[in-house]
């Protein structure tokens, strides 16, 4: 398929397309000497385009548009028709043909709709000095036992993308698929999102279409020294894959993002050996239990996190052979997460002392608030509406103010729970769904407020980070309470 041309959310020639549709409808409202010169053309080009659709990937947006140019057809051509083969022309009083036309032109209209609503998704260009790499690591942990399933043989085991500074790459190499190694695993991860989510799956499809703006084992940039780690958790049944636009601009800047998949978590695992792992974490409808069941699932991610730092120190001391050995600097290391991932990100920063910050993207904080948090944090968060479950303020504000180092809460006006996450790039711009921001705006917003703290705690760079982060939304500052 052609380029798609960000705005209109269309290709080239879904626009011709949509064009020859229109003008097959609008034909039988022209004069009778223009009309059949507009039906021929029309046609000529809505056939060619639909054929080239179909041979490249048709979209399913698309289906009603050309639905509306079949039911248009026969009236559109029937005069030229008859005038060829000699019968007498008539035209249905327009009284009747309205129907017929706003109908047809109505199945055209919701197609271009649902191509501007559910788009292929279009990645902001990072603005870092860096070019970004991606690859793929999976890491068993032997000392840990899965506890999702019951084989007392079975280890827990994770998958880990990084995004990292990269040389820059020759013009025409191929840029990664978003949500997978390949366009199969990254359609089976976008089906598992949509039953995840409720929504039918058909409406996700053009997600696995999609390109990053990060190159599959691109080599590390040569330039920058060691570079500061982001570790990341997504949202319940999110993916690694959940936030690349953040993980791509804080890669172009110099950091290595590493986002782990949680299996049984996850919407989708796929694995190295070619298996899927689906969710199995299932809400239980009682408020209580499900407060509990939360937090032990935060407890399982909080571990995974500890797990992959301390495999990424292996990294770091490796022998040589890994291009990354040397260039990981684990002692500047910030946990992040969104949503449930925020709450597995503060309870790892809690746990272990080689954690350096922590960021939470709209995350209820599950489990224990003690010990104090004693490093510095960031949670972002969304719009606080009547709608806003009422014990997350006072849970994320009781987390801060126990606080011993100076922690910042950001509420960004306009934003949704996804606005934190790639959603609002490929789901319609519904402000309760994500936000009110726009496509683009959205992670501007974010990845803006998370450097200059990233920044600031784990490269020193001096910034007022108040003056930064009141520039995005309201601001509170918990200061160190050194009390306890």
């Excluded at 729970?417 to 496509?439: N, Q």
Aim: charged share 20%; net charge neutral; aromatic share 6%.
């Amino acid at each position: 398929m052609t380029e798609i041309i960000t705005g209109l959310d269309l290709s080239l020639l879904e626009i011709l397309a949509l064009l020859g549709a229109v003008a097959l409808v609008m034909a039988r409202w022209l004069p009778p000497a223009a009309r059949s010169r507009a039906t021929t053309a029309a046609g000529a080009v809505l056939l060619a385009s639909a054929i080239t659709l179909t041979a490249t990937g048709i979209r399913w947006q698309m289906l009603p548009v050309l639905a509306g140019a079949v039911l248009a057809a026969p009236f559109a051509f029937s005069s030229s028709l008859r005038r060829r083969t000699g019968r007498p022309v008539r035209r249905t009083r327009w009284w009747l043909a309205l129907p017929g036309s706003m109908a047809c032109a109505g199945l055209i209209t919701a197609g271009a709709v649902a191509a501007w609503a559910f788009p292929v998704p279009v990645f902001p260009v990072p603005s870092g000095a860096f070019a970004v790499g991606t690859r793929m690591l999976q890491w068993t942990d032997s000392l840990r036992p899965e506890t999702f399933t019951a084989d007392p043989l079975d280890r827990r085991t994770v998958v880990v993308q990084l995004w990292y500074p990269a040389q820059k790459s020759p013009t025409n190499t191929p840029q990664a698929p978003y949500l997978g190694r390949t366009e199969d695993e990254a359609r089976t991860v976008s089906e598992a999102l949509a039953r995840a989510t409720g929504l039918p799956g058909f409406l996700l499809d053009d997600i696995p279409r999609a390109r990053t703006r990060s190159v599959f084992g691109a080599p590390v940039a040569r330039e920058g020294g060691r570079f500061p780690i982001v570790l990341f958790s997504p949202g319940s049944s999110g993916v690694r894959t959940q936030n690349t636009a953040w993980a791509e601009e804080l890669a172009s800047h110099g950091y290595v993002v590493a986002a782990l998949d949680h299996p049984y978590d996850s919407a989708a695992v796929v694995l190295a050996d070619g298996r899927t792992i689906t969710t199995e974490t299932v809400s239980s409808g009682d408020r209580e239990r499900d407060e509990e069941l939360a937090a032990g699932w935060t407890a399982v991610r909080a571990a995974d996190l500890i797990s992959v730092l301390t495999r990424l120190a292996d990294l770091d001391r490796a022998d040589g052979a890994d291009p990354l050995t040397g260039r990981l600097d684990t002692g500047r290391v910030a946990a992040a997460g969104h949503s449930l991932g925020g709450a597995a990100a503060l309870q790892a920063v809690r746990q272990d002392r080689r954690f350096t910050a922590v960021i939470d993207l709209d995350g209820y904080p599950h489990g224990p608030v003690s010990p104090a948090l004693d490093r510095p944090a960031l949670a972002l968060t969304q719009a606080i509406t009547p709608d806003t479950d009422p014990r997350y303020l006072p849970r994320l504000t009781e987390v801060l103010e126990r606080s011993m180092a100076t922690s910042y809460r950001l509420t960004i006006p306009g934003a949704a729970h996804l606005t934190f996450t790639d959603g609002p790039l490929y789901l319609p711009p519904v402000p309760s769904i994500v936000g009110s921001l726009g496509r683009t705006e959205s992670s501007r917003v974010v990845t803006a407020a998370t450097l200059a703290f990233l920044n600031t705690v784990l490269r020193g760079v001096s910034t007022d980070l108040s003056s930064v982060f009141e520039a995005y939304g309201d601001l509170n500052i918990h200061h160190p309470n050194t009390t306890r």
